[in-house]
């Protein structure tokens, strides 16, 4: 079977930006930090010995939340780094066609310059979407200085890949407990609560077509939408919206299973947002390879679905086929 991984990491060494977003209040045991190190800037050898190793056949690269190009203060930079970031991700694509996809940055300080470098990127470098880690700077996707971006997105017909970045640090539940926050916990819910604002935001109703992707099993909120019709239609609120926000969750929100490798989660995901808006990753070189392919391989799917799944839905969202 056709194994495609939506949501695997690089890093580029060459950009001036670097490591802005890592960790401040977690430390990785050494074993850790040394694959990261070692594997995040191969867009060959190593990378694609692990694929081979464990069937993987394509992967769809992004550039890793811990550069932080999203954190770089000089919009200028960002512009440089973000066209750097995307030609070594262009370069390695045309070296490999058939193993690796790209999801492309935007130096999204500017929004002008993140439209023109959206047209670059699809037009001229065939790369089949993009992928921002979280807010930029603190603003958030929903806000009126990225309306441009969204008509650039819906207008080229590309999705835009919500992973986690950095999140805010004030978050009193957390006090004393560094282990919960980054992708122990509180990305989850600063991701989900990021792709709330675009939909109670009414960006939705504005742009009907736009297409985003979610990591993580849906960020929790597979297992929430239950519950956010209900109370949302219980309050005044100034969010006038079409459609409950279950039903914008399905139409306008893909996920993918990067990091979640239990079947309780998987089969109640398909429940909630349906076999078609679900795709396999990996989250390379964070997560183990073997791990997600025994995962996806002994998932209680019918074949078909299970093709849907592992390849079939990356292929039509992504026009990989
Ligand atoms: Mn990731």
Redesign the pocket.
């Known amino acids: 079977m056709k194994i495609i991984a939506m949501?695997e990491?690089f890093t580029v060494p060459a950009l001036t930006t670097h490591g802005l977003a890592m960790s401040r209040w977690q430390r990785f045991r050494e074993s850790e930090l040394a694959n990261m190190v070692r594997r995040l800037p191969d867009l060959a050898d190593l990378r694609l010995a692990d694929m081979d190793e464990h069937g993987v056949d394509v992967q769809v690269l992004s550039l890793?939340?811990n550069q932080g190009l999203e954190l770089q203060p000089d919009p200028a930079i960002a512009v440089s780094d973000a066209k750097l970031a995307n030609d070594v991700l262009t370069e390695a694509v045309r070296a490999h066609p058939t193993r690796f996809a790209g999801l492309a940055v935007l130096p999204l300080q500017d929004p002008a310059a993140a439209v023109r470098e959206l047209d670059r990127v699809v037009n001229q470098l065939g790369l089949s979407g993009v992928l921002t880690n979280g807010h930029t700077l603190g603003h958030y996707l929903d806000e009126p200085r990225f309306r441009p971006v969204w008509e650039a997105l819906t207008g080229h017909d590309v999705p835009i890949y919500l992973?986690?970045g950095a999140a805010p640090t004030e978050w009193p539940v957390f006090d004393g407990h560094p282990e919960l926050l980054g992708a122990t916990y509180a990305w989850a819910a600063e991701t989900g609560g990021h792709a709330l604002r675009l939909i109670t935001s009414g960006l939705f109703d504005t742009f009907p077509t736009a297409k985003v992707i979610l990591?993580h099993m849906g960020e929790l909120l597979p297992f929430h939408l239950s519950r956010l019709d209900t109370r949302l239609a219980a309050l005044e609120t100034d969010a006038k919206l079409e459609k409950k926000v279950s039903e914008y969750f399905t139409e306008n929100f893909w996920i993918t299973t990067?990091?979640v490798m239990a079947h309780s989660a998987l089969i109640g995901a398909v429940l909630s947002v349906g076999i078609d808006n679900i795709m396999f990753a990996v989250?390379y070189p964070?997560e183990s390879t073997v791990q997600a392919v025994d995962f996806l391989n002994s998932a209680p799917l019918s074949p078909a679905d299970l093709e849907k799944v592992a390849h079939g839905n990356a292929e039509r969202l992504l026009r990989l086929a």
């Open positions: 949501e990491a890793t939340n992973h986690p990591g990067s990091g989250d964070y």
